[in-house]
């Protein structure tokens, strides 16, 4: 089933309780709207699944019923579950992309060596074992892509920010630098470092990846800190080519880059 047409679980569950919990207090629309200070049309919106809100409208309500945190929980799941639904959408067009152009603040998962990908996949508290090995078993699944009879010409800026945060075992880090100058040498792979001293550019503050399909068509999609969204509009997906193209221009060249990761590699040289 299309990620677009599975149902939101935690979303749904949200919406049902607002509004049962509204009508088993007794309260009309137009008196919540009086006790909460937040319009009633808004109101009729968030019980109607139209709008996820934010924060503070969760606590008011919380407030006004004596649900100790209920609706916040509930929030903070659907946030989740919205985050969770943009990347698989995500995932589903850079499995079918033929171009991909990536500027990252992070190593990207299409780079990354198993060791890399399992300290990184581990950092988030209280992941089990099973859990942990099918996260990674999930992200090398995506580097499949690469190895394609035709695999898509792939472009990705990497922030000099990202090679500066080595993993605590050296090997692990040794390791994951000496593959990112290998798959430098593929064919379709071109690999670019952005390093401090370019100065301040257009995408600070997150990771963008723009996609192109067979069909000519365009999708990016902006990544923060644990929040993601898949960007489809003709003119914005324009907007963020020109900010891409100003950071690419920015960047040391493919062969200057490479020279760049691979003293980094000898420098962390167990």
Not at 101 to 130: C, F, I, M, W
């Amino acid at each position: 089933m299309c990620v677009l047409e599975a149902q939101n679980l935690a979303r749904d569950l949200l919406f049902r309780e607002l509004r049962r919990l509204r009508e088993v207090s007794g309260r009309s629309l137009a008196e919540l709207a009086e006790e909460t200070n937040y319009d009633r049309t808004y109101l009729n919106r968030l019980e109607n699944g139209e709008r996820l809100s934010k924060r503070q409208v969760m606590e008011a309500l919380d407030r006004t019923y004596g649900t100790q945190g209920l609706l916040v929980g509930l929030w903070r799941l659907a946030h989740q579950d919205v985050f969770t639904d943009r990347f698989e959408l995500f995932m589903e067009y850079e499995a079918k992309a033929v171009i991909m152009h990536k500027y990252v603040v992070a190593l990207p998962g299409l780079l990354q060596t198993e060791a890399y990908a399992r300290v990184v996949l581990s950092s988030p508290p209280n992941v089990s074992a099973d859990v942990l090995a099918q996260r990674v078993a999930q992200r090398l699944a995506r580097q499949e892509v690469l190895r394609r009879a035709s695999p898509p010409d792939l472009r990705v800026i990497i922030d000099e920010s990202a090679l500066a945060r080595s993993t605590a075992d050296p090997d692990v880090w040794h390791g994951q630098l000496l593959h990112l100058v290998e798959i430098s040498a593929a064919p379709r792979v071109t690999v670019q470092v952005l390093p401090f001293a370019a100065g301040g550019h257009d995408l600070m503050g997150g990771s963008l990846s723009l996609l192109w399909m067979a069909d000519g068509r365009g999708v990016g999609y902006l990544e923060g800190c644990k929040a993601g969204g898949v960007v489809e509009d003709t003119e914005k997906f324009a907007e963020y080519r020109i900010s891409y193209d100003g950071v690419r221009d920015m960047a040391l060249s493919p062969r200057e880059s490479v020279a760049f990761i691979r003293g980094l590699a000898e420098r962390a040289a167990p």
